[in-house]
């Protein structure tokens, strides 16, 4: 047997890995794969298309179509129990559904009480939240399931301090990182693989924050950080990082080694792949990053670090 030391690796999946059940399949097999080799933490998005569906819920809320709200976030919760029945039609599913069942409650009851004229920013990233906070018992179950991973899901509503800016939030290291650091690293100590809602955070009166779109990169980089992993893999639809848009420029290269500043040049130009603030944290702890598609996940895909 080796004796080689198994990496610690965060693993990020956005929501077009989420897509549907046989999406979720797939990234449990690279999970799967990747956990008989390597300790991991894995962060999830919401299930692909929900967030845009809360955000037409909000829409609805904003011009009093409290009904119409409603019958949206029952259409989400069948959309989730669809995608974990289908993954899991027996028996064992049912616990994961009845979380799923009191977070629709929690989100219904919650619309029911609210009105457009007490409809704030806070009150959008509460409703928003829940796209995440509903993937990961989804996406656990189907590791636990399917794959016989030893799984548990977090919510970094109760564990990501972040600043109250709404919609636009940043994460708060000094807070509650060490009470996040000591769950994450018991976690690892028992082999147990954490399935964390990337994109949510708290702010210090306990309300829910989002991290903006594509906060999922910045939650996977910085809980990197915060417990030194050794890389960070994040999981896209696209083969790695262009120097240009490919599906605008024809010419666009796909670059194999890039440093940390040339990435953050490009997420600011407009690289939609990336967060524009997902490298800072790994940069200062210089981390890696590799990014690689989950449709072809033997591809190399592209590393982000020093080693340029």
């Known amino acids: 047997m080796s004796n080689k030391k198994r990496q610690l690796l965060v693993m990020k999946f956005g929501g077009a890995a989420l897509e549907n059940a046989q999406s979720i399949k797939n990234i449990s097999n690279i999970v799967y794969w990747s956990s008989q080799r390597n300790n991991l933490i894995v962060i999830v998005s919401a299930i692909g298309h929900i967030t845009n569906r809360l955000h037409e819920t909000v829409a609805l809320i904003k011009n009093n179509y409290i009904v119409s709200a409603l019958k949206e976030t029952d259409i989400i919760y069948a959309h989730h129990i669809d995608i974990l029945r289908t993954i899991d039609p027996t028996i064992q599913a049912f616990e994961t559904e009845q979380k799923l069942k009191m977070l629709l409650d929690l989100l219904k009851l919650f619309i029911k009480k609210i009105s457009p004229s007490t409809l704030g920013e806070s009150q959008k990233d509460y409703i928003i939240s829940f796209g995440e906070r509903m993937s990961v018992h989804v996406a656990t179950h189907s590791f636990r399931y399917y794959r016989k991973i030893r799984a548990m899901a977090l919510d970094t509503t109760s ?21 996040m650091r000591r769950v994450l690293t018991n976690c690892v100590k028992e082999r147990i693989v954490p399935v964390i809602t990337g994109y949510v955070g708290h702010a210090e009166d306990g309300c829910v924050t989002t991290l903006g779109r594509g906060g999922s990169d910045l939650t996977a980089t910085l809980i990197a950080s915060l417990i030194q992993a050794d890389k960070v893999i994040l999981w896209k639809d696209v083969v790695g990082l262009f120097d240009k848009d490919p599906k605008i420029d024809p010419t666009a290269r796909m670059l194999k080694i890039v440093d940390y500043d040339t990435a953050i040049d490009l997420s600011k130009a407009g690289a939609k792949i990336l967060h524009p603030e997902a490298i800072e944290p790994v940069k200062k702890a210089r981390i890696p990053v590799q990014i690689k598609s989950f449709l072809f996940p033997k591809a190399p895909g592209t590393i982000i670090g020093n080693a340029v």
Request: hydrophobic content about 40%; cysteine-free; proline content about 5%.
């Open 159 to 179: 564990l990501l301090a972040t600043t109250k800016e709404f919609g636009k939030a940043r994460p708060l290291l000094g807070q509650n990182a060490e009470s």
